[in-house]
């Protein structure tokens, strides 16, 4: 595997909302954020996958019957199998069977303890992960402890630990080269979920737009220090995402 490739081993590198209504979620985003359709039909396969900026960044697809609508990132992995099994001695399950596209490379959706699902990601090509538009990922968890075991199981991520005051403790995931992954706040009664924050020039002006076409605030507009300016919402297929402008 090239260096190119092995920099982003443990890296959130593209993302995908399953949803209960398909073209809903398409013209929420479009409108919202501007993004741009682009179909990708080879076979009988028909994906419409989100471009702006000049890069793809990921796509939507149906969530399977009787499923609820929710954003899944994919981490790349250099050993899918090797995840999979991890991921199951450490109490996570599989969803369905592992999938694969000569063209795009193979991948598994992993559940963890908690009921979060992400997937592992092993690409067939070798390019840079698509930059600008989901900027952060970030897991609610029941058990931040477990959390932790298992994901370092998984992915080989290590964590560093953040007193965040009256918020609680934030737990920041890193990669093996000290990069950061993604993120994990513990919410005792909040059912297990990672949904990704998206770039937003105006994150008020968002917000407000979000919610004339339909979405659901779910917390409102705030300010970390350093960090920027967040908010997090329910699109109107009820798949949890934040708004994120950074410092």
């Given amino acids: 595997m090239t260096t190119g490739v092995q920099t982003r081993i443990g890296q959130f590198i593209w993302h995908d909302l399953l949803t209960t ?18 179909r990708w039909k080879p076979g009988e396969l028909d994906y419409p996958m989100i471009r702006t900026g000049g890069e793809r960044h ?11 609508s929710h954003w899944v990132g994919h981490v790349a992995v250099d050993d899918l199998e090797q995840a999979c099994s ?14 694969g596209h000569a063209e795009v490379g193979r991948w598994a959706t992993i559940v963890d303890p908690e009921g979060a699902a992400v997937s592992a990601f092993t690409p067939a090509y070798d390019s840079p992960a698509p930059s600008g ?17 298992f994901y370092a199981a998984v992915f080989g991520w290590t964590t560093e630990d ?3 005051g009256d918020a609680g403790v934030y737990t920041l995931f890193n990669k093996a080269d000290g990069e950061n992954a993604g993120g994990a706040i513990q919410r005792p009664d909040a059912p297990g979920a990672w949904y990704p924050y998206l770039a937003a020039g105006d994150v008020d002006a968002s917000v407000a737009k979000a919610q004339k076409l339909g979405a659901q605030t779910l917390v409102h507009p705030f300010d970390i220090e350093t960090v920027g ?8 297929t009820g ?9």
Avoid: C, H
Wanted: negative net charge; charged residues 25%; glycine residues 16%.
């Fill in 21 to 38: 209504d398909v073209e809903q979620a398409q013209r929420f985003y479009t409108e919202l954020l501007g993004w741009e359709i682009e």
């Fill in 58 to 68: 990921g796509g939507f697809g149906p969530v399977e019957e009787g499923g609820s």
């Fill in 86 to 99: 991890a991921a199951e001695r450490a109490g996570g399950t599989i969803r369905g069977e592992p999938g």
């Fill in 133 to 149: 538009v989901f900027l952060w990922n970030e897991l609610v968890t029941s058990d931040a402890d477990r959390a932790k075991s």
């Fill in 162 to 164: 953040m007193d965040m």
């Fill in 229 to 236: 300016r967040l908010a997090v919402l329910g699109d109107p």
């Fill in 239 to 247: 798949a949890m995402f934040g708004l994120y402008k950074p410092a």
